[in-house]
């Protein structure tokens, strides 16, 4: 069994109420990290991490490194002893009042960035809503002009019709015509081939 090392971690920043934690817990569970992960009354972030040295390299680059809208400002490592009772990687959960909290802070942090987020883009809605309203003049009158070519399209494709129609019957009287033509051909060839099979024999 390889060596287990371990560090003690304290995280400053914006890294309450906005998701650290989870994000903590899903990089130990994947390395393979021991050990905790718990929310402190000064707004800070204490980890406990336990693993193997490479693996506990990638663990600290990756918490290090979260996605926005975590924000670190301050990371203190120092090292711990391991703790060989330590089987898995939690989150060290506060009192019920305090998980609301962080869960109801975490909700209000993301509808306050898509409301800014929205909020400009609101003037750009309004710019398209006027453009859109400048082409419904443009619409009905295209709208109009279809409308029309459809009509001649209608009585135009009644004369085509009738052309086709003509041309077809005439095709096809003329393919009867050729079949029988070639029916009787074919009977002729077939008497002469009797007949010279007749005579040879």
Not at 88 to 108: D, N, R, T
């Amino acid at each position: 069994m390889n060596e287990q090392m371990a560090y003690r971690i304290r995280v400053e920043g914006r890294v309450q109420r906005i998701g650290y934690r989870r994000f903590v817990l899903d990089n130990a569970q994947e390395l393979g990290i021991k050990g905790y992960v718990r929310n402190e009354k000064n707004g800070s972030v204490t980890i406990f991490a336990q693993g193997e040295e490479k693996n506990l390299n990638q663990f600290l680059d990756a918490i290090k490194a979260p996605p926005l809208p975590i924000s670190i400002k301050s990371f203190l490592r120092e090292d711990a002893r391991p703790d060989p009772k330590m089987k898995y990687f939690e989150i060290k959960f506060g009192s019920i009042e305090e998980e609301l909290q962080e869960g109801f802070g975490a909700m209000e942090k993301e509808f306050k960035d898509y409301r800014g987020e929205f909020k400009d883009f609101r003037q750009e809605f309004k710019d398209y809503r006027s453009e859109f309203k400048d082409y419904r003049e443009e619409f009905r009158n295209f709208a109009d002009r279809t409308d029309k070519n459809f009509k001649i399209l209608d009585e135009k494709y009644g004369e085509i019709s009738s052309k086709l129609t003509q041309i077809l019957e005439t095709l096809q009287k003329e393919s009867i015509e050729t079949r029988k033509e070639l029916t009787r051909a074919i009977d002729t060839l077939s008497e002469l081939v009797k007949k010279l099979i007749k005579s040879s024999g």
